[in-house]
């Protein structure tokens, strides 16, 4: 599984690094450095689910 | 014109005060407050993460005192709070804290959380006739939560409610003679809490638990916290978690029971929980304002706002502006997307969010479900404080 990050998007809400700071690391001024692809280590998946629903501005996205 | 947001008319509707604020003074210096003002959604936002504005504010009174008093050791305690320092120390304590916070580790305390509000509630049925809902639910949850997590044994339970009055009694100040007397007491209170939590930590680093304590002992590539630092984030996490979901429960279900279109809503599709308490905390969120202090010259808006000033971001006012949200007065529990801010924004953005929107989560549902007449019996009163929207009491009815 890989996540992405919109950088457009991100407002820098934080929400998804409260989930899980490893998984959706953030940037010194509070917004995703997720990258355009990250890969989920295995028995991460349902973490890294919630961080990308928990994102208010949909900034986040689980990639096909 | 100077706005004074703890005026009582100010607290019994603050939002028709940041209205007329957004539109004709959105950075607006207040004479009353000494501060800045900012309102609208995109000032707020900017201003999270301009580094002309600090968190680290009880240091430096710390730094001013010549004297050693009482209130000396306990403002030490509230110095190391993450939420009063700036990066880099508030970049290491954050990271250390994490871990304690992640999904998983907050996703398996909702069966426990459904039992603490259920025990509450049952007890609240007993009961006849008008009766708090603060007092006796709002109020006691997040503390017990607080309590569990840390792995406080159940009898020193509400001995947690107490320490966290005390601590905001002298983390918000209060200054006057009239005070002077609790504040002594609740000094004393404190240094008992400090000792309390100091045998916690003994205890933890000799068997770790399950529990988030002996989580935030984990060691973030060779550095950790501290005994003095893990005491201070016990006590951050009791204050900054307590009654924040206090209010937000509390909030929540006044708002419900003012839009009784949107509680019917809510009953015939319990699954708009999630969604509902984001639109609730947008709504109507137990924050209304959160401080900074200005350390560099800096401009909002075409004001120029020097060193030494303070500012005031009013989350509560940002999450009304219809710039950002499309019928910002309007009630919507199925609102989507809702970037509302009353969890903040930026590097301090709360660490604890997942946790209080669970507890609301729970709180709120079971509440509506399990009272289907709730109804209110006295005309709740906004306390005229500045930081946050809160209630001092919440008289209902259940049948
Ligand atoms: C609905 C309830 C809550 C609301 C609305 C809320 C809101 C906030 C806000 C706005 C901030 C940012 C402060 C700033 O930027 O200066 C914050 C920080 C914080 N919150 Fe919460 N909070 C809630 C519940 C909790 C809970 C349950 C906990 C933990 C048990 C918690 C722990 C913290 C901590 C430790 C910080 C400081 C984070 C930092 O400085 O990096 N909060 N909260
Ligand atoms: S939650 Fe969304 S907006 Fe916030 S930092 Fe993460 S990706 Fe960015």
Redesign the pocket.
């Known amino acids: 599984m890989r996540i992405a990050v919109d950088n457009s998007l991100c407002e820098a809400h934080g929400q998804c690094g409260v989930v899980d700071y490893d998984l959706f690391p953030l940037d010194d001024d509070g917004f995703s450095a997720v990258g355009p692809s990250r890969e989920v280590p295995a028995g991460e998946e349902a973490t890294a689910e919630l961080g990308v629903a928990s994102c208010p501005a949909r900034a986040l996205r689980v990639l096909p | 014109m100077t706005v004074d947001l703890t005026a009582p008319a100010a607290s019994a509707d603050p939002y028709a005060v940041f209205r007329s604020l957004r539109d004709t003074d959105p950075v607006h210096w207040s004479e009353a407050h000494r501060a800045w003002l900012i309102t609208r959604y995109d000032d707020v936002s900017d201003a ?1 993460r301009n580094k002309a504005f600090s ?1 680290d504010r009880v240091r430096p009174v710390l730094a001013r005192r010549k004297e050693p008093s009482a209130a000396s050791d306990v403002l030490g305690l509230l110095a190391g ?5 700036d990066p880099p120390e ?1 970049t290491r ?2 990271r250390l ?1 994490a871990g304690a ?1 992640k999904g998983q580790r907050i996703a398996v305390m909702g069966e426990q959380i459904t039992a603490i509000v259920d025990r509450l509630l049952s007890a609240f049925l007993e009961g006849d006739g008008a009766q708090d809902l603060i007092s006796e639910v709002a109020y006691p949850l ?1 503390a017990i ?2 309590a569990t ?1 840390l792995g406080a044994p159940p009898a020193d339970r509400d001995r947690f409610r107490e320490w966290s009055d005390e601590l905001a009694l002298v983390a918000f100040g209060t200054g006057g003679a009239a005070r002077a007397d609790r504040h002594q007491r609740a000094l004393r209170g404190l240094r008992e809490m400090d000792a309390y939590f100091h045998t916690l930590v003994d205890h933890r680093r000799r068997a770790l638990g399950d529990d988030m304590l002996s989580a935030l002992m984990a060691r973030d590539g060779d550095d950790l916290l501290s005994d003095d630092e893990l005491v201070a ?1 016990c006590a ?7 009654e ?2 206090t ?3 509390a909030n929540a279900t006044l708002a419900l029971l003012r839009h009784p279109d949107q509680l019917d809503r809510l009953r015939a599709d319990p699954d708009l929980i999630g969604p509902a308490v984001e639109e609730l ?1 947008r709504f109507d ?3 209304k304002v ?3 202090w200005v350390v560099a010259e800096t401009e909002v808006r075409g004001k120029r706002i020097s060193p030494g000033e303070r500012v005031h ?1 009013v ?1 509560a006012s940002a999450n009304r502006d219809p710039m950002r949200f499309d019928d910002p007065d309007t009630l919507d529990l199925g609102r989507n997307p809702n970037p509302h ?13 997942q ?3 669970m ?2 989560r729970i709180a709120v549902s079971r509440i509506v479900s399990r009272m289907p007449g709730l109804a209110l019996a006295e005309e709740p009163v906004w306390k005229d404080v500045l930081a946050s929207r809160a209630m001092d009491r919440l008289v209902v009815r259940h049948s």
């Open positions: 999270f968190n709070w993450m939420v009063v320092t508030h304590l954050r804290a916070f997040p939560v607080i997590m984030m951050l996490l009791l204050f900054a978690g307590h924040t979901t209010n937000s429960i905390l969120g137990p924050i959160l401080n900074r971001l989350l801010i009353a969890f903040g924004k930026g590097i301090h953005a709360c660490i604890g969010a946790l209080a929107r507890e609301t």
